[in-house]
């Protein structure tokens, strides 16, 4: 016996700028991607070469690249294997370049802090820093990454990089500009009190292994000991003595313009709408009406067939119209046209028209129509009973909600790494 085959599983690539970003502002979300059975992969632009060396111990490799970007390469390897073991690219290497261009490097831009506390440019940026490459060769590596990975989605900072790096909002624009030309969804990660959140993953689930991720980079952060009356609070030390704590969840805003909900009823459409809705119902109740003043007479082994159908016909367009828009209006339109057609048809046809005959299908279609509109019409709209009872009942539900809803509403996303707050130099 064959079986189908088992869908794919989801791949999502995470487009990040240094070692360290990846597990600091989205770990989370790559780790319960991971354990729901996700292909997570994680593309780094650059090796961090201009971070810090925090410990004493690694003091020493400051200002030089080639060992900085050694050790980091090293500390990104082991925090993705806490996470769980993501897939890993280096961009303008190998599944990160177009295979006709040779292989290169991206060295980290640098920063300094702007005067509103916000990173900006450095002012010595090296030749071949991030920054400095062209954007269309940046956008073509990462294309690459999506084609070679073989991404249903790809995930980078939001537009102002987070706080402002430079390697930041560059990632930023070359992904998506990447994900748009590949025709594939790109969505920011963004503050978890954002007006413009699509998307939230709860991450308490997995704050074990984020906690081991982030330990990892010692060279940049310094990870508070655990709490061991609140053992899923991840706090850490920035190099500028920031205090950040990871959020309970994570927030994403997907990259797309806001599309208005389309109008459920009559009443939400627009002026020229309602206009258009009522012009359609009289016509279709115009061809209801003449159809029907044709067809009801028909018979079918005795069976009155037509006048069975056709009243049918009539109790579904009129019904169904104030069913599915709630309107009033709508039913008048096609009640009155299929009226007008009737009088119509049999006025054209004279006295002796055969159209509506003195039997019992000619009296059912002469005035079941009218019978039926004006029943449709005179029923109460209980929509506003039914809204208010949706209301006090979610209401009551909320107020009983249990504690394990709140750490997702609760959590402070100000001082999360996805916030951007002041104090990180790469």
């Given at each position: 016996?064959?079986?189908?085959?088992?869908?794919?599983?989801?791949?999502?690539?995470?487009?990040?700028?240094?070692?360290?970003?990846?597990?600091?502002?989205?770990?989370?979300?790559?780790?319960?991607?991971?354990?729901?059975?996700?292909?997570?992969?994680?593309?780094?632009?650059?090796?961090?070469?201009?971070?810090?060396?925090?410990?004493?111990?690694?003091?020493?490799?400051?200002?030089?690249?080639?060992?900085?970007?050694?050790?980091?390469?090293?500390?990104?390897?082991?925090?993705?294997?806490?996470?769980?073991?993501?897939?890993?690219?280096?961009?303008?290497?190998?599944?990160?370049?177009?295979?006709?261009?040779?292989?290169?490097?991206?060295?980290?831009?640098?920063?300094?802090?702007?005067?509103?506390?916000?990173?900006?440019?450095?002012?010595?940026?090296?030749?071949?820093?991030?920054?400095?490459?062209?954007?269309?060769?940046?956008?073509?590596?990462?294309?690459?990454?999506?084609r070679s990975t073989g991404a249903d989605a790809v995930v980078s900072y939001a537009d102002d990089g987070g706080y402002g790096h430079p390697d930041h909002v560059r990632v930023h624009h070359a992904a998506r500009h990447a994900a748009r030309a590949?025709?594939?969804?790109?969505?920011?990660?963004?503050?978890?009190?954002?007006?413009?959140?699509?998307?939230?993953?709860?991450?308490?689930?997995?704050?074990?292994?984020?906690?081991?991720?982030?330990?990892?980079?010692?060279?940049?952060?310094?990870?508070?000991?655990?709490?061991?009356?609140?053992?899923?609070?991840?706090?850490?030390?920035?190099?500028?003595?920031v205090r950040q704590e990871a959020p309970a969840v994570e927030a994403f805003r997907h990259d797309a313009d806001p599309v208005p909900p389309a109008p459920q009823t009559f009443a939400e459409l627009t002026r020229p709408g309602k206009v258009t809705?009522?012009?359609?119902?009289?016509?279709?109740?115009?061809?209801?009406?003449?159809?029907?003043?044709?067809?009801?007479?028909?018979?079918?082994?005795?069976?009155?067939?037509?006048?069975?159908?056709?009243?049918?016909?009539?109790?579904?367009?009129?019904?169904?119209?104030?069913?599915?828009?709630?309107?009033?209006?709508?039913?008048?339109?096609?009640?009155?046209?299929?009226?007008?057609?009737?009088?119509?048809?049999?006025?054209?046809?004279?006295?002796?028209?055969?159209?509506?005959?003195?039997?019992?299908?000619?009296?059912?279609?002469?005035?079941?129509?009218?019978?039926?509109?004006?029943?449709?019409?005179?029923?109460?709209?209980?929509?506003?009973?039914?809204?208010?009872?949706?209301?006090?009942?979610?209401?009551?539900?909320?107020?009983?909600?249990?504690?394990?809803?709140?750490?997702?509403?609760?959590?402070?996303?100000?001082?999360?790494?996805?916030?951007?707050?002041?104090?990180?130099?790469?």
């Amino acid at each position: 016996m064959s079986k189908a085959p088992a869908p794919r599983p989801e791949r999502v690539l995470f487009v990040h700028a240094h070692p360290d970003d990846e597990t600091l502002s989205s770990g989370g979300t790559i780790a319960t991607l991971l354990e729901l059975g996700a292909e997570v992969t994680v593309l780094t632009a650059t090796r961090g070469e201009r971070g810090e060396m925090l410990t004493e111990t690694l003091a020493p490799l400051f200002g030089d690249g080639p060992r900085v970007a050694a050790h980091r390469e090293t500390e990104i390897a082991a925090a993705l294997a806490a996470l769980g073991g993501p897939a890993h690219l280096w961009l303008g290497s190998g599944g990160a370049r177009p295979t006709d261009l040779p292989e290169r490097r991206y060295s980290d831009s640098g920063m300094q802090w702007g005067p509103d506390g916000r990173a900006i440019a450095a002012d010595d940026a090296p030749a071949d820093s991030l920054t400095a490459a062209d954007l269309g060769e940046v956008v073509d590596d990462i294309r690459a990454a999506i084609r070679s990975t073989g991404a249903d989605a790809v995930v980078s900072y939001a537009d102002d990089g987070g706080y402002g790096h430079p390697d930041h909002v560059r990632v930023h624009h070359a992904a998506r500009h990447a994900a748009r030309a590949e025709e594939v969804p790109f969505s920011m990660i963004v503050p978890a009190d954002s007006a413009e959140v699509d998307l939230t993953v709860d991450v308490l689930p997995v704050r074990a292994k984020v906690r081991a991720a982030v330990e990892q980079y010692r060279s940049q952060v310094t990870v508070d000991p655990a709490d061991p009356s609140d053992p899923q609070r991840l706090t850490w030390v920035m190099p500028h003595g920031v205090r950040q704590e990871a959020p309970a969840v994570e927030a994403f805003r997907h990259d797309a313009d806001p599309v208005p909900p389309a109008p459920q009823t009559f009443a939400e459409l627009t002026r020229p709408g309602k206009v258009t809705a009522v012009v359609v119902a009289a016509v279709a109740g115009l061809v209801v009406g003449a159809l029907g003043t044709v067809t009801h007479q028909q018979r079918l082994g005795g069976v009155p067939v037509g006048m069975v159908l056709t009243t049918l016909i009539v109790l579904g367009l009129v019904v169904g119209l104030r069913l599915l828009y709630r309107s009033r209006a709508m039913v008048a339109a096609a009640g009155i046209a299929i009226i007008v057609a009737t009088q119509v048809l049999v006025s054209v046809g004279g006295g002796s028209s055969p159209l509506v005959l003195a039997n019992v299908a000619g009296y059912v279609w002469t005035f079941a129509p009218a019978v039926i509109a004006a029943f449709t019409l005179a029923w109460p709209d209980l929509s506003g009973l039914r809204a208010r009872a949706a209301a006090a009942s979610a209401g009551a539900g909320s107020s009983a909600s249990t504690p394990a809803a709140a750490p997702a509403s609760s959590s402070d996303p100000s001082d999360t790494a996805a916030s951007g707050a002041p104090g990180r130099r790469e």
